[in-house]
């Protein structure tokens, strides 16, 4: 019975030290929601991200998938009229930042070179990440120029998120996580990939300067505002 | 009431508490159900105004959105299961000590100021590593509730699934930069050999469909078999536990259990691109590599489970056998 009567007491006490020290700051500095808080967007239909032609290139296929309970990835592949050159654009929803250039690399394939440049497409002014990758066919032969050009949509512009930083290592105070962040400025990122491969010798860099030429070519004609409206849940 | 009441309070059952009663029947014993009920309903109070609704979002998020951590959803029923078995065949005088509340009330109040002023984080370029992690909180909190109810002994004999509870998140971001990323690497480029050396030709063509969901040798995150590795470390982990292994050779196992996962990983990726080599001539088969892909890899995967789980059962026979000698 004394027992019973201490483990009552201490229960007690301990009920009031969960009150004072877990519910009050709990109220105090926000609950957060489960359910609310992801920002989630629904995407837009495919043809208005992805038309059926960009300038001189046109739709060869555009897919949607689910990759997860709320991720969902929206490519497109387009080919020029002869069929040489291949442009694959490729965007995430709801999952935050996403660099797919590091996918690739991840993926064994290795870099020759990489620059941050602004970029004219057809409504705006956009930063890019390009990454220029090594063609590692096997037979080595028919070695084609791999440019990978990554960008991140806000709802005001759409900024490049390099791979890496250099910086060295640095104690900070995250305030809020990423997610919750974006929410409190109602904007979640649209990461944008655009994968571009033109035939010619690897490491030509005749071949080079012409593939990046054709991609700029490319872009000028893509409409970026759709991401933008995307990102700040238009 | 006595400290040692029958079990007729529980269960209408007239039988006298024997010598091999659990905790959680001594528990009642002293206190009964309700009491048993209240702690645990507080306790989960806590826990839950401790780490928000949206921090539960970001970890359900975690479970269910990246494969490698999605081992990680294991971890708290895991935990659940293995304090109850701890607790099985133990009976102490459940005490408890003040200091578990000592314990509880820091950890709070940590909690509350990192809600209030930030969560301290070494930033290396773009990772993060969290100083702060909420698998710390959760295991200070849960520690701080059975050192209260329980005591030291109900503490010191739950102490490894308790510690589980460090792993909710077992893949953090400083863990996916550093270890799973380099891995990637490996991975790829091992298919990428082996297909040079079985003669798949990697042209850009074919690296194109690489990526298109048709068809593909698509060397996916995940595919380093640290997904496999992770999911075998946690499991000989809780094995070598539940064998009572000591703790070096539980030690060797676990790190030889990772080690093979991810070996068998690499077999795995060179089997597929095996398929692949044939799935290239033949269309009906190119539509089914991703199965193939979850059948070669689970048959990997059940059979290099079932060799690293047999070693601890022989060699708890080995020891018996010598014991008896």
């Not at chain 2, 970001?58 to 971890?75: E, P, Y």
């Not at chain 2, 539509?287 to 892909?293: G, I, N, P, Y």
Request: with cysteine; aromatic share 12%; net charge positive.
């Amino acid at each position: 019975m004394e027992k019973s009567q201490k483990t009552i007491r201490k229960l007690l006490v301990f009920a009031a030290v969960i009150v004072l020290c877990g519910g009050v700051p709990h109220f105090l500095f926000g609950r957060g929601s489960f359910h609310a808080g992801y920002g989630y967007r629904s995407p837009y239909a495919l043809e208005t991200v992805f038309p059926s032609a960009i300038g001189d290139f046109h739709l060869v296929n555009r897919w949607q998938t689910a990759l997860q309970e709320q991720v969902v990835e929206q490519v497109a592949i387009y080919q020029d009229v002869a069929s040489n050159e291949t442009a694959q654009f490729a965007i995430y929803l709801n999952a935050g930042a996403h660099n797919a250039a590091a996918c690739y690399l991840a993926r064994g394939m290795q870099m020759q070179s990489r620059r941050v440049e602004q970029l004219q497409t057809a409504d705006s002014s956009a930063g890019f990440e390009i990454v220029s990758i090594v063609d590692q066919s096997v037979a080595g032969t028919n070695g084609a120029s791999l440019l990978m050009a990554t960008t991140e949509c806000s709802g005001e512009k759409c900024t490049s998120r390099p791979l890496d930083f250099k910086a060295g290592p640095q104690l900070t105070w995250l305030k809020s996580n990423y997610v919750e962040r974006n929410v409190a400025s109602n904007e979640l990122p649209v990461p944008l990939s655009i994968t571009f491969e033109s035939p010619g010798n690897s490491g030509n860099g005749q071949g080079q300067d012409q593939a990046e030429q054709h991609f700029r070519k490319l872009l000028s004609n893509f409409n970026l505002k759709p991401l933008r409206d995307l990102s700040a849940g238009k | 009431m006595s400290d040692r009441l029958p079990v007729s309070s529980i269960s209408g059952d007239t039988h006298p508490v024997t010598s091999e009663n659990s905790f959680v029947k001594s528990s009642v014993a002293f206190s009964g159900w309700p009491i048993f009920c209240a702690i645990f309903v507080v306790a989960a109070l806590g826990l839950w105004w401790m780490i928000t609704a949206s921090q539960a979002r970001v970890l359900w998020d975690i479970w269910t959105g990246s494969g490698l951590a999605s081992v990680g959803i294991l971890i708290p029923p895991a935990s659940a299961i293995l304090i109850a078995l701890a607790w099985r065949d133990q009976e102490w005088n459940a005490g408890g000590t003040w200091w578990g509340l000592a314990l509880c009330t820091f950890t709070l109040l940590m909690s509350a100021f990192v809600k209030g002023n930030g969560s301290p984080v070494v930033l290396v370029s773009t990772v993060k590593l969290h100083l702060l992690p909420m698998g710390l909180f959760v295991f200070l909190y849960v520690s701080g509730v059975v050192l209260l109810f329980g005591g030291y002994r109900a503490y010191r004999v739950a102490l490894f699934p308790i510690s589980l509870l460090l792993l909710i998140n077992p893949a953090p971001s400083f863990f996916l930069a550093y270890v799973d990323l380099p891995l990637q690497y490996i991975g790829a480029h091992t298919a990428r050999a082996f297909a040079g050396l079985v003669g798949v030709s990697l042209a850009s063509d074919n690296l194109r469909l690489m990526f298109s969901p048709a068809l593909g040798m698509f060397v996916a995150p995940g595919c380093n078999g640290l997904r496999g590795a992770l999911t075998m470390g946690l499991l000989t982990l809780v094995v070598g536990y539940l064998y009572r292994m000591p703790v070096w050779l539980r030690l060797f196992y676990v790190v030889g259990g990772v080690v093979l996962a991810y070996l068998l990983n690499l077999v795995r990726l060179c089997g597929l691109v095996l398929c692949y080599r044939v799935a290239l001539g033949f269309e009906p088969l190119a539509r089914h590599m991703e199965a193939a892909d979850y059948v070669l890899g689970s048959l990997i995967f059940l059979s290099g489970a079932v060799f690293v789980f047999a070693l601890p059962r022989k060699w708890k026979s080995h020891r018996k056998q010598y014991a008896n000698s």
